[in-house]
């Protein structure tokens, strides 16, 4: 039995395997910044630094999320102060 040429180049490709998925990034560090005498490292992922450092010691100070963005605290238990999103684009902050 022949099988017609397209066919034998789909099997080929299902036999090659799923494309290659693309490497998992890690935030950027956006180093450190100090908000009410407290020191905290601030991190960026698919937004840039200059950008995420004002957007994250507004919201230490004050409490203010930026527009678009859904933010979240967390407790003492963990060194994570707040995490803001806005889709892929995310930014947060790690008590020092």
Known sequence: ???PFASLLLVAAFLAGPPAAPAIVPPRDCGMTTVKGKRYNIKADQIRCR???PHARRFLAS???????RCRTYSGSTALKFRCSRGVKVFFAIRR
């Open 63 to 69: 409490g203010r999320r930026p527009s678009g963005y």
């Open 1 to 3: 039995m022949r099988l």
């Open 51 to 53: 950008t995420a450092k």
